[in-house]
C-alpha cells in the first residue's frame, strides 16, 4: 500500500479571516492566534481577507502575510458582504480542513485549538463549532440572540445546535466545498448549519467563553435582523438548500 501522508508543509487547518475595518483588533488577535497554534505545534494556514475595508487594515494585513509565513492575504477592493469575504477565501485553502473565524477576538485562540484537536480526533464527518454558553453582550443582544436561535430551531427541529453563528466553524476541505455555499451576506452561518446538517455531517459543538471584542465595533446592524428573518424563510423555501444525492453519497462513504 502506498504512503498517504501529507507533505510536511502542508496546512492541517486553513483559517479564513475575514476583515472589515478592524485595525484596532487585527494587531491584537492575529499574534496571539498564530502564537497559539505555534505552542500547539499544528500547521496553521491563515488567510486573511481584507473585506473593502477604508482604514488601516488592509495596511496591517500585508504587513502580518510579509512577516509571517503562516499568513496569507486575500484583497478585495469592494465590500459585498461577510459571507462573501470567507467565500472569496475558500479557493485559497490547501489545508485537509477548511474554518473560519472572526477578526475580532472573541473566542480565546486557545479554544479555536482545542476546537480543531477535537475535530481532528473524529472520523472527520463533523461540522466542528464553539457554542458560547458565556457571552459579554447586554440584555438587549441576548434576548435577540435567543429569539433568532429558537427560530432557526422551529424551522429546522432536527438542527443540533443552541448557537447557530458560533464561530470558528470547522469541517473537512472536501465537506466544505460539497455544501456549495452560496450566501454573500451574515445568512453564510445558518447557511453552513442547515446544508452540513442535509449532508448528514454530526455537529461537534465546545462551549466557550465569549469575550468582549478586542477593539473596534461590532458590523452587525438593527437591519441585519430583518435580513436573517427574509433569508431563513427563503432557504426553508428553497429546494437548492437541500444537499445533493452525490454529496451525500460521499459522506457516507467516507464513514465507512
Known amino acids: 500500500m502506498g504512503n498517504t501522508a501529507l507533505p510536511a508543509d502542508t496546512p492541517r487547518l486553513s483559517l479564513i479571516m475575514p476583515c472589515y475595518n478592524e485595525d484596532q483588533a487585527v ?3 492575529i499574534p496571539r492566534l498564530l502564537g497559539a497554534f505555534r505552542t500547539a ?5 491563515l488567510i486573511t481577507v481584507d473585506n473593502g475595508s477604508t482604514d488601516r487594515t488592509r495596511k496591517l494585513l500585508t504587513e502580518f502575510a510579509a512577516n509571517n509565513p503562516e499568513v496569507s492575504l486575500c484583497a478585495l477592493n469592494v465590500n459585498q458582504g461577510y459571507g462573501n469575504g ?3 477565501g475558500i479557493p485559497l485553502c490547501s489545508g485537509e480542513w477548511l474554518g473560519f473565524v472572526h477578526a475580532d477576538g472573541q473566542v480565546d485562540p486557545e479554544d479555536v485549538v482545542r476546537l480543531f484537536e477535537a475535530a481532528a480526533a473524529t472520523d472527520g464527518n463533523v461540522l466542528a463549532k464553539v457554542c458560547r454558553r458565556f457571552r459579554m453582550d447586554g440584555w438587549k443582544r441576548k434576548i ?5 436561535n429558537v427560530l432557526v430551531r422551529m424551522l429546522w427541529p432536527g ?3 443552541a448557537d447557530i453563528n458560533g464561530s470558528p466553524k470547522l469541517l473537512k476541505r472536501d465537506h466544505a466545498l460539497a455544501l456549495n455555499l452560496q450566501s454573500k451576506d451574515w445568512f453564510l452561518d445558518p447557511e453552513i448549519m442547515i446544508k452540513a446538517h442535509r449532508l448528514g455531517l454530526r455537529v461537534l459543538e465546545l462551549n466557550v467563553f465569549a469575550r468582549m471584542r478586542s477593539n473596534g465595533l461590532s458590523h452587525v446592524r438593527v437591519g441585519t435582523c430583518w435580513e436573517f428573518l427574509v433569508n431563513l424563510l427563503k432557504a426553508r423555501l428553497t429546494p437548492s438548500f437541500r444537499a445533493t444525492d ?3 453519497s460521499h459522506v457516507e462513504q467516507a464513514s465507512r
Open 41 to 45: 505545534r499544528i500547521n496553521l494556514q
Open 27 to 29: 494587531g491584537y488577535s
Open 144 to 148: 435577540v440572540s435567543g429569539g433568532y
Open 246 to 248: 452525490s454529496a451525500r
Open 86 to 88: 470567507i467565500l472569496q
Open 159 to 161: 438542527l443540533p445546535s
